[in-house]
């Protein structure tokens, strides 16, 4: 499992090169071309002084199929939902079945406060709100510096 860090790393570069870098042929394979990102719901971080906001896209679930865990700094988000029709026609049975689950994992900072994070799934978007603990808010410094 691979988790993304709320935070920026500094190691874009040498992953983005990696997909030039491979062969041709690897670039279309049925493993990417189904591959996680396309069954993965996009998220969005946003930082203001007093918390983190983790916004999930996840339309058409409902809040019960999400499973939100916090192990040590790991923030895991994760869902699975399966649905089965079956009709009967004529002589034969005919069955459909819907399956998709994700699971998606962040890194926490230290400064934030665990106990306090909340989750809320409206309009097709789970929102997860991770407050900052008070010495976090207090680390922040903020200042220009004149270029010379």
Request: aromatic share 10%; glycine share 2%; proline share 5%.
């Amino acid at each position: 499992m691979t988790t993304k860090a709320l935070t920026r790393s500094n190691d874009y570069f040498p992953v983005m090169f990696d997909d030039y870098l491979k062969p041709w042929t690897e670039w279309f394979t049925p493993s990417e071309v189904f591959s996680r990102s396309h069954t993965m719901p996009p998220a969005n971080v946003t930082e203001t002084k007093d918390e983190y906001v983790v916004s999930v896209a996840a339309p058409g679930l409902k809040k019960d199929d999400f499973k939100v865990d916090l192990d040590g700094n790991i923030l895991t988000i994760s869902s699975e939902k399966e649905e089965k029709k079956e009709e009967k026609e004529q002589k034969f049975t005919r069955k459909e079945y819907n399956y998709s689950a994700f699971s998606r994992s962040f890194t926490l900072p230290e400064l934030v406060n665990k106990e306090k994070i909340a989750a809320k799934y409206e309009n097709g978007v789970l929102k997860l709100h991770i407050p900052k603990k008070e010495e976090a808010k207090k680390a922040l410094i903020t200042k220009m510096i004149e270029v010379k």
